[in-house]
C-alpha cells in the first residue's frame, strides 16, 4: 500500500514538472506582438533582414519597426500595450517577456526617431518599473500611463 502512494505521489510531481516546464516553453516561444495596423511603406528589420510588413505580422523580441514618409503603424504587444509610430520613425524593440499567467514581464523599447505614442498594458500597471521607453537623450519611466514622445531627425 505505501509503494502504490508513492508511486502515485512521485507520477504526480513528474506530470507536474513536465507540464511547467511545458508551459514555460510555450510562454517563451510568443511572439512579442503584432502589427494591427500598417499604412504606408512599413518595414520590420529582423536579424539584420529587413522585411516590408503587413497587417497581422508578428513581432519579436529585438525587431525593430521603421515606418516609412507619410506612413504609420499600430502595435498591440502581448500584454496588450497599445504604441502607434508616425511617419519616419524607428522603433527598437531592446528587450520584451511576458508571462501571461503570472502577469510578469519587462518591456524595454528604443525610439531612435520619429514619433510614438504609447497606452501602458498589463505589465505597466502590474510593475511600472518593469518599463521603460528610451530616447537618444533620455528614459521615460512608465508609471500605467498614456504619452506621446517624439525624436527629431538627427538627435
Known amino acids: 500500500m505505501k509503494k502504490s502512494l508513492f508511486f502515485r505521489i512521485c507520477l504526480t510531481l513528474m506530470l507536474a514538472l513536465c507540464f511547467s516546464h511545458e508551459l514555460l516553453a510555450a510562454t517563451e516561444n510568443?511572439?512579442?506582438?503584432?502589427?494591427k495596423v500598417v499604412n504606408g511603406n512599413v518595414q520590420i528589420v529582423r536579424s539584420g533582414q529587413s522585411m516590408s510588413a503587413k497587417v497581422?505580422?508578428?513581432?519579436?523580441?529585438?525587431?525593430e519597426i521603421v515606418t516609412g514618409p507619410?506612413?504609420?503603424?499600430?502595435i498591440t504587444m502581448q500584454d496588450d500595450t497599445l504604441m502607434s509610430m508616425g511617419p519616419n520613425s524607428r522603433l527598437a524593440l531592446n528587450q520584451y517577456a511576458y508571462?501571461?499567467?503570472t502577469n510578469e514581464g519587462k518591456l524595454d523599447a528604443s525610439l531612435i526617431?520619429?514619433?510614438l505614442r504609447f497606452i501602458s498594458g498589463i505589465i505597466g500597471k502590474t510593475s511600472?518599473?518593469?518599463?521603460?521607453?528610451?530616447t537618444p537623450v533620455s528614459t521615460i519611466g512608465i508609471r500605467g500611463t498614456d504619452f506621446i514622445v517624439e525624436v527629431p531627425d538627427g538627435q
Not at 30 to 35: E, H, I, Q, R, V
Not at 56 to 63: E, I, P, S
Not at 128 to 134: K, N
Open 30 to 35: 510568443l511572439p512579442a506582438g503584432k502589427l
Open 70 to 74: 507619410n506612413s504609420s503603424a499600430g
Open 128 to 134: 511600472p518599473r518593469s518599463v521603460a521607453i528610451r
Open 113 to 115: 526617431k520619429g514619433a
Open 99 to 101: 508571462d501571461p499567467v
Open 56 to 63: 497581422g505580422d508578428y513581432l519579436n523580441a529585438l525587431d
